[in-house]
């Protein structure tokens, strides 16, 4: 007998920032390659996973949050949101199921309406619906499919992994037959440094809640492997002002002290090694506007319109 036909493709998730793209994304791929906070706007990278469903690959591009742009920086996000959404063979526009069809979601379905290419599936994905009660959920489905011509309604819990399963096996057989395009143990094409970036990222975010998450970046600057199975590790945290850099050292240098503990050890975790890691804060204003540095983040800045 011969065995299951092979198949592999490229799934674009889309949606609203907070929807849970990256909470879903780690569930499929069942590692922690994207980086998850209560915070809005977290996924500045496009982080891609890939998962196995039966004899299917399905290569995530988990885009960054969809949103009116700004600066010149979120411009290319958006760009890069929708490059790629039109190279995916099916895409998934996740939506929470405690705010409905905000004016946001509205604005991806006219863009999706503009921009999907002819025969590019487009599943709905109801999200938290841990949240809400089932008839509402109906209610809101209903809304939803006639607003737009879905090729399928998912209703799940990203979190808890409800639906999360028949949304896998859908997609499995959605994406078109062909060989695997990544080694089976492949969870992530992301480059390690960048990783390790997000994860000070991450942690800087929720230790400094309000006071500036938006305006600071993280480099990883040099990564030494050791012949003891360790790495040592520098980064650099840039803020865009003097005033900043007292804020993101604390007193006597703490709030960097804790950040680093907090992130070395979801580094170690992460690669299964130790990990000895070194924090620096610099200044470099307007690191925004900086077009350089969008290559070093994933970013295409040639999409960027700007
Ligand atoms: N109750 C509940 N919360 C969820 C669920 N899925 C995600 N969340 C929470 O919603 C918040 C946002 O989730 P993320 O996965 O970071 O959302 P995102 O769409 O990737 O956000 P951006 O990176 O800003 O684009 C987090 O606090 C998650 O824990 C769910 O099914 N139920």
């Given at each position: 007998?011969?065995?299951?036909?092979?198949?592999?493709?490229?799934?674009?998730?889309?949606?609203?920032?907070?929807?849970?793209?990256?909470?879903?994304?780690?569930?499929?791929?069942?590692?922690?390659?994207?980086i998850?906070?209560?915070?809005?706007?977290?996924?500045?990278?496009?982080?891609?996973?890939?998962?196995?469903?039966?004899?299917?690959?399905?290569?995530?591009?988990?885009?960054?949050?969809?949103?009116?742009?700004?600066?010149?920086?979120?411009?290319?996000?958006?760009?890069?949101?929708?490059?790629?959404?039109?190279?995916?063979?099916?895409?998934?526009?996740?939506?929470?199921?405690?705010?409905?069809?905000?004016?946001?979601?509205?604005?991806?379905?006219?863009?999706?309406?503009?921009?999907?290419?002819?025969?590019?599936?487009?599943?709905l994905?109801?999200?938290?619906?841990?949240?809400?009660?089932?008839?509402?959920?109906?209610?809101?489905?209903?809304?939803?499919?006639?607003?737009?011509?879905?090729?399928?309604?998912?209703?799940?819990?990203?979190?808890?992994?409800?639906?999360?399963?028949?949304?896998?096996?859908?997609l499995?057989?959605?994406?078109?037959?062909?060989?695997?395009?990544?080694?089976?143990?492949?969870?992530?094409?992301?480059?390690?440094?960048?990783?390790?970036?997000?994860?000070?990222?991450?942690?800087?975010?929720?230790?400094?809640h309000?006071?500036?998450?938006?305006?600071?970046?993280?480099?990883?600057?040099?990564?030494?492997?050791?012949?003891?199975?360790?790495?040592?590790?520098?980064?650099?945290?840039?803020?865009?002002?003097?005033?900043?850099?007292?804020?993101?050292l604390?007193?006597?240098g703490?709030?960097?002290?804790?950040?680093?503990?907090?992130?070395?050890?979801?580094?170690?975790?992460?690669?299964?090694?130790?990990?000895?890691?070194?924090?620096?804060?610099?200044?470099?204003?307007?690191?925004?506007?900086?077009?350089?540095?969008?290559?070093?983040?994933?970013?295409?800045?040639?999409?960027?319109?700007?």
């Amino acid at each position: 007998m011969a065995e299951a036909e092979t198949r592999a493709g490229f799934v674009a998730l889309i949606g609203e920032p907070n929807a849970g793209k990256s909470t879903l994304l780690n569930r499929m791929v069942g590692a922690k390659v994207s980086i998850v906070t209560h915070k809005v706007q977290t996924t500045r990278a496009r982080v891609r996973g890939v998962a196995m469903a039966d004899a299917s690959q399905l290569i995530f591009v988990d885009t960054p949050g969809l949103f009116q742009p700004k600066r010149r920086l979120d411009r290319a996000m958006v760009a890069a949101a929708w490059t790629g959404a039109a190279d995916a063979d099916v895409v998934v526009l996740l939506i929470e199921a405690t705010q409905g069809l905000t004016a946001g979601v509205e604005a991806i379905l006219a863009a999706l309406d503009e921009k999907r290419a002819a025969g590019q599936p487009v599943l709905l994905a109801i999200n938290k619906i841990d949240r809400v009660q089932a008839e509402n959920l109906l209610a809101l489905s209903q809304k939803m499919n006639d607003r737009y011509d879905f090729d399928g309604t998912f209703m799940i819990s990203a979190e808890k992994g409800h639906g999360v399963e028949d949304l896998r096996k859908d997609l499995a057989a959605r994406v078109p037959a062909g060989p695997w395009l990544y080694p089976e143990d492949q969870i992530a094409d992301l480059p390690l440094r960048t990783i390790a970036a997000e994860i000070t990222r991450e942690k800087l975010t929720l230790r400094l809640h309000q006071e500036l998450p938006y305006q600071l970046t993280v480099e990883t600057e040099n990564w030494e492997d050791r012949p003891d199975g360790s790495a040592r590790i520098d980064q650099i945290i840039y803020v865009v002002r003097d005033g900043h850099k007292g804020i993101v050292l604390g007193k006597k240098g703490e709030t960097t002290k804790a950040v680093g503990q907090a992130a070395r050890a979801e580094m170690e975790e992460f690669l299964g090694h130790r990990v000895h890691l070194f924090l620096q804060v610099k200044v470099r204003p307007n690191w925004q506007e900086d077009s350089e540095r969008f290559d070093a983040m994933g970013l295409d800045f040639k999409d960027g319109n700007a």
